[in-house]
């Protein structure tokens, strides 16, 4: 089995990849996936949301695009008159900072503003005169994205861009690679556990929370982890009208989900088995409704209704994603590292890895600081809005 271009991982990144090559004219594309229901893939299994404020200028660009190509994203990924419903709800981020412990977020703000973002900064008082339901006697200050920013179904987005792929003739082999035939600087092939190798001229590391064992066929250490992240659905009898996505000074994230909500904070079981995908049941009982109760006093009452888990393709070096060709590889792309923001920056990653394919260089957004070279360099990036 032979095609020109070879990518491992068929999630939100290697469609939208494989979807954008297809799109520009390329046929010959192989994506190879070994779960063909989803059911464990982090795609499938994310919270999906899209913000504005980060603290880099190119995580704010790709972001930008991002949100610019999930609300036209009916032309872009349609198909004999069928059009994706991905849920787009634009209702932005609420980043909490605690009194005295301000400056970071005033910082983030302030780098946000200056690239255009349409972020706000609010008060204390002002925080509360606008959101009378949230406590705020700890509160120093907040921050607030009024457009481009909110939350979205990427499972349906993942499909859709599988969908678009495969009528544009790229092929997805329902396989798992193994390894790699190695040919000098290069690869040659990809193993498979039952179609046999996969050869090709250019292959693609889009394994997500696997990329770096992926990685370690190449002979190449890349730093991405897979973090165990649990998320919890619940209802509230006296709902909130009008609530964005709230980060709190904890870690914890909640936002509104159809009639009811959804919640995820920090990693609670930082050393689980990768494979591990049962959700941390006690994480609830001992953070998550007591740090919501806390923060939204309505949510005293709330009920479970569901949780689970899925996983963070973290990168370790500098929680910022690996984007280009793998040092000393000539012929091997990483696109993985994510670290949560996989969904969000697919589009840009998956235009602008089909660029590098077909031109050799970006065209649309500059993402060659994202390189692994900056692994072999000892260059970080520093990204200060984590969650």
């Known amino acids: 089995m032979k095609a020109d271009v070879v990518?491992?991982?068929?999630?939100?990144?290697?469609?939208?990849?494989?979807?954008?090559?297809?799109?520009?004219?390329?046929?010959?594309i192989i994506v190879i996936e070994r779960d063909p229901s989803y059911a464990r893939a982090s795609s499938a299994l994310s919270a999906s949301s899209i913000r504005q404020q980060f603290t880099t200028p190119l995580s704010i660009e790709m972001s930008r695009y991002g949100f610019e190509y999930l609300s036209d994203v009916h032309r872009y990924l349609a198909f004999d008159g069928e059009a994706p419903d991905i849920g787009l709800v634009e209702q932005g981020y609420l980043y909490l900072a605690e009194r005295g412990k301000s400056a970071r977020l005033e910082a983030a703000l302030r780098i946000q503003q200056?690239?255009?973002?349409?972020?706000?900064?609010?008060?204390?008082?002002?925080?509360?005169?606008?959101?009378?339901?949230?406590?705020?006697?700890?509160?120093?200050?907040?921050?607030?994205?009024?457009?481009?920013?909110?939350?979205?179904?990427?499972?349906?987005?993942?499909?859709?861009?599988?969908?678009?792929?495969?009528?544009?003739?790229?092929?997805?082999?329902?396989?798992?690679?193994?390894?790699?035939?190695?040919d000098g600087a290069s690869v040659c092939a990809v193993a498979t556990a039952e179609s046999g190798p996969v050869t090709g001229d250019v292959f693609v590391n889009a394994g997500g929370p696997h990329a770096a064992r992926i990685s370690d066929w190449a002979?190449?250490?890349?730093?991405?982890?897979?973090?165990?992240?649990?998320?919890?659905?619940?209802?509230?009898?006296?709902?909130?009208?009008?609530?964005?996505?709230?980060?709190?000074?904890?870690?914890?994230?909640?936002?509104?989900?159809?009639?009811?909500?959804?919640?995820?904070?920090?990693?609670w079981s930082p050393d689980s088995d990768p494979e591990d995908l049962e959700p941390d049941y006690l994480q609830f009982d001992e953070f998550t409704w007591p740090t919501l109760a806390q923060r939204i006093p309505k949510f005293?009452?709330?009920?479970?209704?569901?949780?689970?888990?899925?996983?963070?393709?973290?990168?370790?070096?500098?929680?910022?994603?690996?984007?280009?060709?793998?040092?000393?590889?000539?012929?091997?792309?990483?696109?993985?590292?994510?670290?949560?923001?996989?969904?969000?920056?697919?589009?840009?990653?998956?235009?602008?890895?089909?660029?590098?394919?077909?031109?050799?260089?970006?065209?649309?957004?500059?993402?060659?600081?994202?390189?692994?070279?900056?692994?072999?360099?000892?260059?970080?990036?520093?990204?200060?809005?984590?969650?």
């Open 7 to 28: 990518i491992i991982g068929g999630g939100v990144i290697g469609s939208a990849i494989a979807c954008y090559l297809a799109s520009c004219g390329e046929r010959s």
């Open 300 to 387: 005293e009452r709330i009920r479970m209704t569901r949780a689970w888990a899925g996983h963070y393709e973290m990168c370790t070096f500098d929680h910022n994603a690996l984007i280009g060709w793998t040092p000393g590889v000539d012929n091997l792309i990483v696109a993985a590292g994510f670290s949560g923001h996989g969904m969000q920056h697919a589009p840009a990653a998956g235009r602008g890895v089909a660029e590098l394919i077909l031109h050799d260089r970006y065209q649309t957004i500059d993402l060659s600081s994202l390189s692994p070279e900056r692994l072999v360099d000892g260059r970080p990036i520093e990204e200060l809005n984590i969650i």
């Open 114 to 182: 200056a690239n255009k973002a349409p972020v706000i900064g609010l008060s204390t008082e002002k925080l509360k005169a606008r959101y009378s339901w949230l406590h705020t006697e700890d509160l120093g200050y907040a921050a607030l994205g009024t457009a481009a920013e909110g939350w979205f179904d990427g499972y349906s987005l993942m499909q859709a861009f599988r969908r678009k792929a495969r009528a544009l003739g790229v092929r997805y082999l329902h396989d798992e690679a193994v390894g790699f035939a190695l």
């Open 219 to 267: 002979d190449f250490t890349l730093p991405v982890k897979a973090e165990k992240h649990t998320i919890f659905a619940f209802s509230c009898p006296d709902p909130i009208l009008e609530m964005p996505l709230i980060v709190d000074p904890s870690g914890l994230y909640v936002r509104p989900e159809g009639k009811g909500y959804i919640a995820g904070g920090p990693v």
